[in-house]
């Protein structure tokens, strides 16, 4: 290779050749943008489905919630205490386990206590004291 | 937000939009990429910030963000982007660094004119690099869009007497490194530009 003084104009067209050869022939198409907003025809689709959604979320909330406090309040013996309220102390009224009585008087307790007393036989009896024969 | 025919709601209708996007792209696209190419020396590279500073600028719009002056945001966006490349894994870690995939000849063989050609301009690239980016973005304004100083000025708002001073200097240091290495032959495209 031989040395050589560059002329100014060398340079100049040396340098137009080498840039504009990186540069793309043609030059590409603009970008295609993807716009961020839903078509027109989508829209209001999305937005029902958004409040039917959003509506069945609450219905299924409020049931929850209300089939929680039912059970709740059924475990704690809700209703019996509702009818024991009705009823007055020695009228018998709401279940009929202890009729008559009333935590004053508990005949009945009295009356179920001699009636076993009654029917239990001695237990003393058929007992023959003796010397135990251990194996 | 770009000018147009506006719909109902004062906004810009989707096809207005559209075509102030493909005008700003038309009249700046090869400025980005002119000014991106200056700060790495790789094509590819530019071209990808271009499009992205373009989708960028559409993204603001969508947004509702008001762009007084698209050109200079453009600009701005795209050196930002070309930084942001530098911080990047592929930047710091690389493949190979260019000197070597200078020499990496293609599966096709090259006409040996042609071939000559790219050897001599892998050549200046290196010289090109070695200069700072600021004259770099002189040069790649000026030879790749053929623009004169003073609207080089404009752009990069600096003085036209320093965009003179610039060139000269950066002409004379590439005229004298190619000198050295003995790239300027008779036979080279360079040479070839004298006679014209």
Redesign the interface.
């Given at each position: 290779m031989s040395q050589s003084i560059i002329q100014p104009d060398a340079i100049d067209s040396f340098l137009s050749d080498f840039f504009k050869s990186r540069m793309r022939h043609p030059w590409p198409a603009a970008p295609v943008p993807v716009s961020a907003q839903p078509s027109a025809l989508v829209a209001p689709r999305v937005a029902s489905s958004q409040m039917d959604t959003n509506g069945r979320a609450r219905i299924t909330l409020a049931a929850s919630v209300a089939l929680l406090i039912g059970t709740c309040w059924y475990l704690s013996n809700g209703w019996q205490s509702a009818d024991r309220s009705l009823s007055k102390p020695g009228q018998g009224g709401g279940p009929n386990v202890l009729p008559e009585s009333t935590a004053e008087s508990p005949g009945a307790f009295e009356k179920n206590r001699k009636d076993k007393a009654s029917q239990t036989k001695d237990p003393m009896a058929g007992f023959q004291p003796g010397p135990i024969t251990l194996p | 937000m770009p000018n147009g025919s506006a719909n109902d709601s004062g906004l810009p209708s989707?096809s207005a939009r559209r075509a102030e996007?493909?005008s700003l792209?038309?009249h700046y696209?090869?400025e980005v990429?002119?000014l991106s190419?200056a700060r790495w020396m790789d094509?590819d590279l530019a071209?990808d910030v271009t499009?992205e500073a373009?989708?960028r600028l559409?993204?603001q719009w969508?947004a509702g963000e008001d762009i007084q002056n698209p050109r200079a945001w453009l600009l701005r966006v795209a050196r930002n982007l070309a930084e942001d490349y530098a911080k990047s894994a592929f930047r710091r870690n690389g493949t190979q660094p260019p000197e070597f995939l200078n020499g990496v000849r293609s599966s096709q063989p090259l006409p040996v004119e042609m071939l000559e050609k790219e050897e001599?301009?892998a050549r200046?690239?290196a010289e090109l690099e070695e200069l700072s980016p600021g004259d770099r973005d002189i040069?790649?304004l000026?030879?790749?869009l053929?623009y004169d100083a003073n609207t080089i000025a404009e752009l990069l708002n600096v003085n036209v007497t320093a965009v003179h001073m610039r060139l000269s200097r950066a002409?004379q240091r590439?005229?004298e490194r190619?000198?050295v290495h003995?790239?300027?032959?008779?036979d080279n495209?360079?040479?070839?530009?004298?006679n014209?």
């Open positions: - | 989707g996007f493909e792209y038309q696209s090869r990429w002119a190419y094509a071209m499009q373009f989708l559409w993204r969508e001599l301009f200046l690239r040069l790649t000026r030879y790749a053929d002409r590439l005229a190619l000198s003995g790239d300027f032959t008779p495209p360079a040479e070839r530009g004298t014209r």
